[in-house]
């Protein structure tokens, strides 16, 4: 069994910061990449950023130069800096990880995407 547990989210102004954190646990053999999407309402869900596991990373036009996304591979977490948040961003934020667990390793199957359950962001104008 393996979950993926977000952290992070609230209410802040325009302008304002939040720092997300997802750790994942249970089962796992090894982690490949890990990324962050949002989902606003009406709209469907969109990759905001992704960093493999030897660090490289990639992000939406849209928050370039705002968000940064790191990781730390000995505790499997994931985290995603937001900084200058417009009222645009407000979403609930979920996180991804394609991974192996020790079942898959074994029996020599491919990695899956594991999610979070989503935590919102909401950022007022």
Do not use: H
Not at 54 to 74: E, L, M, Q
């Amino acid at each position: 069994q393996v979950q993926l547990v977000e952290s992070g989210g609230g209410l802040v102004q325009a302008g304002g910061s939040l720092r997300l954190s997802c750790a994942a646990s249970g089962s796992i053999f090894s982690i490949n990449a890990m990324g962050w999407y949002r989902q606003a309402p009406g709209k469907q869900r969109e990759l905001v950023a992704a960093i493999t596991s030897g660090g490289s990373t990639k992000y939406a036009n849209s928050v370039k130069g705002r968000f940064t996304i790191s990781r730390d591979n000995a505790k499997n977490t994931v985290y995603l800096q937001m900084n200058s948040l417009k009222p645009e961003d407000t979403a609930v934020y979920y996180c991804s990880a394609d991974l192996y667990t020790l079942v898959a390793v074994k029996k020599g199957e491919d990695p899956v995407d594991y999610w979070g359950q989503g935590t919102q962001v909401t950022v007022s104008s």
